[in-house]
């Protein structure tokens, strides 16, 4: 089970960070977040292989949104700056076995493991 927590209502221009813990080992998985706004199709945000290695995000992360995990913690987080109402989402953390330690996954059909979501209102 994966559970996100983190979201909330922020101002345009707050920096945020999501986390999402696992209920068991996830070290082999790899995890990824995605987003949902209102009346919109869930799109990928960013991804990290099961070693930390490899990184991915979506064409408009704009490098301000940052993937990491803790293996240890079986925690992976997602720390946005600079955020825009454009932000304001439902976002999801999703995990799955990756083909490597150093492969990435970036496809809703992908993951079979999915969190609740944690919605995030950006403010203008």
């Known amino acids: 089970q994966l559970a996100e927590s983190g979201g909330g209502l922020v101002q345009a221009g707050d920096s945020l960070r999501l986390s999402c813990a696992a209920s068991a080992p996830s070290s082999r998985y790899v995890m990824a977040w995605f987003r949902q706004a209102p009346y919109k199709e869930r799109e990928f945000v960013a991804a990290i292989s099961p070693n930390s290695r490899t990184t991915t995000y979506f064409d408009s992360a704009k490098g301000r949104f940052t993937i990491s995990r803790d293996n240890v913690a079986n925690t992976v987080y997602l720390q946005v700056s600079q955020l825009e109402p454009q932000d304001t989402a439902v976002y999801y953390c999703?995990?799955?076995?990756?083909?490597?330690?150093?492969?990435?996954?970036?496809?809703?059909?992908?993951?079979?493991?999915w969190g609740q979501g944690t919605q995030v209102t950006v403010s203008s």
């Open positions: 999703a995990a799955e076995r990756g083909w490597s330690y150093d492969s990435v996954l970036t496809k809703v059909s992908e993951f079979r493991s």
